[in-house]
């Protein structure tokens, strides 16, 4: 079945970039999702990226995928106190023809140090 | 962006008893949910996919009827555990495809169940 892996922390001082990394096995991704949870929050969708991409820039995100080597990264510009989270990668397989739900990885936990 | 709501936000029962949670898409229609559970530091596990209008699909091991999922609008899905007990305490939540968005799924702010 499908696999989502990540590192479990990252710590990074404030103002520095932060790159988050995830692997997945499912050839058949077709969207790739980096979505945000604080504590004892619900998730919130940070960015994603259609398959057929490398690289997508959003402000201070910007994703990078390696279809090749089933990678994909979350670099945070910048990084402030506010980013501190679980920021967990998620894969579809949708194709436009179906309803399917996403696999998760098990998250990263992002640690400020100031 | 679009609006997922939950409710309630945490609930407490005693063993053996049922518990409703309700999944509203506030500022557009779903017609497919998802509804996920969140053991402590653990990621989200897909439980079913909610069609309004037709039965769930239940992922592997998880079993329909011990979560029954309903979901009698577009706008509106449930999840009842009937008969809890301590080992269905978890986070619950659920998301609602967006249809303009192709497989943008938007996230509630979870239920956090405990059973006694």
């Known amino acids: 079945g499908e696999d989502v892996e990540q590192s479990l922390f990252l710590s990074v001082r404030e103002g520095d970039s932060s790159v988050i990394n995830c692997t997945y096995t499912?050839?058949?991704?077709?969207?790739l999702y980096w979505y945000k949870q604080e504590p004892g929050a619900g998730l919130q969708l940070l960015t994603y990226?259609?398959?057929?991409?490398d690289m997508k820039q959003d402000q201070r995100l910007t994703v990078l995928l390696n279809k090749k080597d089933k990678h994909l990264s979350l670099r945070i510009a910048d990084t402030q106190t506010g980013d501190s989270a679980i920021y967990f990668c998620?894969?579809?397989?949708?194709?436009?023809?179906?309803?399917?739900?996403?696999?998760f990885g098990k998250g990263t936990h992002l640690i400020i140090q100031p | 962006g679009a609006v997922v709501s939950q409710h309630p936000s945490w609930v407490i029962c005693k063993s053996g008893t049922s518990v409703k949670i309700e999944c509203r898409s506030l500022?557009?229609?779903?017609?497919?949910m998802f509804w996920y559970r969140q053991f402590p530091k653990q990621s989200l596990m897909l439980m079913a996919t909610?069609?309004?209008?037709?039965?769930?699909?239940?992922e592997q091991g998880v079993e329909k009827d011990k979560f029954l999922i309903n979901h009698a609008s577009l706008t509106l899905s449930t999840l009842t555990v009937t008969s809890a007990h301590p080992e269905d305490s978890s986070f619950y939540i659920c998301?609602?495809?967006?249809?303009?968005?192709?497989?943008?799924?938007?996230f509630g702010p979870g239920t956090r169940l405990t059973v006694l």
């Open positions: 998301s609602a495809r967006e249809p303009t968005s192709p497989d943008t799924q938007y």
């Open positions: 499912d050839s058949s991704s077709t969207y």
């Open positions: 990226i259609f398959s057929n991409m």
């Open positions: 998620a894969e579809s397989p949708y194709s436009g023809g179906g309803a399917d739900g996403l696999t």
């Open positions: 500022d557009f229609q779903a017609t497919t």
């Open positions: 909610s069609n309004e209008g037709s039965k769930a699909t239940y």
